[in-house]
C-alpha cells in the first residue's frame, strides 16, 4: 500500500485531491492542512514527510496581488517553503510533485509554452514559484515533478467562475477582459490528474521534471465568463469584452497562458480534456454543491 502526503490539503485544490484518493483503496492517505503543517518550518516539513512514498505539494501562498507588497512572505511559501519539502523528500528517496503556475513564464508569447520554455516572471507570485521549481529541480533531480497550472476554479474556494456567477446577482452587465488568453482548468480534473502521475511515478513510467496540467484548447476571462453564464441559465450577452487597462492590478497578468502539454504522452498519460469539456463536467458534477449551481 503506497503512502501519500497531500500538503494544503484545506485549499481549493487539495480538497479535491484529497477526495480522489479516498477513492484508492490501495493508498494510505495523510491529508495535511495549513493548521497541520507549515512548510516553512524546515524540522515540521521533514517530519511530515517522513514514512510516505509521494508527497503532493498543493499548499502555496495564492493571492498573487498581495505577493506584489510582501513578495518576502510570498517566497517563504512558494519557494523556501517548497526547498524545505524537496529536501526533506530528498532525505527519504520519497517522491514529490510540486504545483506551479503559469507565472513562471514571460506570457509574450503567440504559440503554446513547451514544457522547457525559458522561465521569466513578470510578477512576484511568478518569481517566488520559480524558487520552488528550481528547489525541486536541484534537490531531486530523479524523483521531483513539478506541474504547471492556470485558470484553476472548483468548488472549494474563491475563484474566477464563482465571481462571475456571483456578480451577476448584482448586475445586469458585466465586463471582463478579452486580452488574456488562457486555459481554464477545473481543479477536480487536475487532482485526478496529479494522482495519476504520482502512480506512473511510483511506478517508474514517469519521467520526473516540468508537465503542464491545464486543461487543452485556449479561450480569454470573456469567454469563459460567457461559457459560464450560459451553463448556468443566464444570458451570456449579459457579458461585455473589455481590455486589461480597464482595470489595473497591482501585479502584471501574462497577455498569452497557454501551455502545450507533449510531455504526459511519454509518461503514458493523456493531457487533461478540453477546456469547455471539462467546464460542462464541472457544473454537472454531483459532487459537493458548487457555487455555480445558480440555475
Given at each position: 500500500m503506497s503512502r501519500v502526503l497531500v500538503t494544503g490539503a484545506g485549499g481549493m485544490l487539495g480538497q479535491d485531491l484529497v477526495a480522489v484518493l479516498a477513492a484508492r483503496p490501495d493508498l494510505k492517505v495523510t491529508a495535511a492542512t495549513r493548521a497541520d503543517l507549515d512548510i516553512t518550518d524546515p524540522a515540521a516539513a521533514r517530519n511530515a514527510v517522513t514514512g510516505h512514498d509521494v508527497v503532493i505539494n498543493?499548499?502555496?501562498?495564492?493571492?498573487?496581488?498581495?505577493?506584489?507588497?510582501?513578495?518576502?512572505?510570498?517566497?517563504?511559501?512558494?519557494?523556501?517553503?517548497?526547498?524545505?519539502?524537496?529536501?526533506?523528500?530528498?532525505?527519504?528517496g520519497i517522491r514529490l510533485i510540486q504545483v506551479s503556475t503559469d507565472y513562471v513564464l514571460p506570457g509574450n508569447a503567440h504559440t503554446p509554452y513547451p514544457e522547457d520554455a525559458p522561465t521569466a516572471p513578470v510578477n512576484a507570485y511568478g518569481?517566488?514559484?520559480?524558487?520552488?521549481?528550481?528547489?525541486?529541480?536541484?534537490?531531486?533531480?530523479?524523483?521531483?515533478?513539478?506541474?504547471?497550472?492556470?485558470?484553476?476554479?472548483?468548488?472549494?474556494?474563491?475563484?474566477?467562475?464563482?465571481?462571475?456567477?456571483?456578480?451577476?446577482?448584482?448586475?445586469?452587465?458585466?465586463?471582463?477582459v478579452d486580452d488574456q488568453h488562457g486555459q481554464p482548468t477545473w481543479s477536480y480534473a487536475l487532482a485526478e490528474r496529479l494522482v495519476a502521475l504520482a502512480d506512473a511515478a511510483l511506478a517508474g513510467h514517469a519521467a520526473p521534471g516540468v508537465y503542464h496540467g491545464t486543461c487543452a484548447g485556449q479561450t480569454t476571462w470573456y469567454g469563459l465568463a460567457r461559457a459560464a453564464f450560459a451553463l448556468a441559465g443566464l444570458d451570456p450577452d449579459r457579458?461585455?469584452?473589455?481590455?486589461?487597462?480597464?482595470?489595473?492590478?497591482?501585479?502584471?497578468?501574462p497577455a498569452y497562458s497557454v501551455l502545450g502539454h507533449s510531455r504526459w504522452a511519454a509518461a503514458g498519460l493523456p493531457p487533461l480534456p478540453d477546456w469547455h469539456s471539462a467546464l460542462v463536467d464541472a457544473f454537472h458534477s454531483p459532487a459537493p454543491p458548487a457555487p455555480w449551481k445558480v440555475a
Open positions: 498543493a499548499a502555496a501562498w495564492t493571492n498573487v496581488d498581495g505577493a506584489e507588497t510582501d513578495e518576502a512572505a510570498a517566497t517563504a511559501v512558494n519557494g523556501e517553503g517548497v526547498a524545505n519539502l524537496a529536501a526533506a523528500c530528498a532525505a527519504d518569481r517566488g514559484k520559480l524558487v520552488g521549481e528550481e528547489a525541486v529541480a536541484r534537490l531531486l533531480p530523479d524523483t521531483g515533478y513539478v506541474v504547471r497550472t492556470a485558470w484553476l476554479y472548483g468548488a472549494h474556494g474563491p475563484n474566477f467562475v464563482a465571481t462571475m456567477l456571483r456578480l451577476a446577482t448584482q448586475h445586469e452587465h458585466l465586463d471582463v457579458i461585455r469584452p473589455t481590455t486589461s487597462d480597464r482595470y489595473p492590478r497591482p501585479a502584471t497578468r
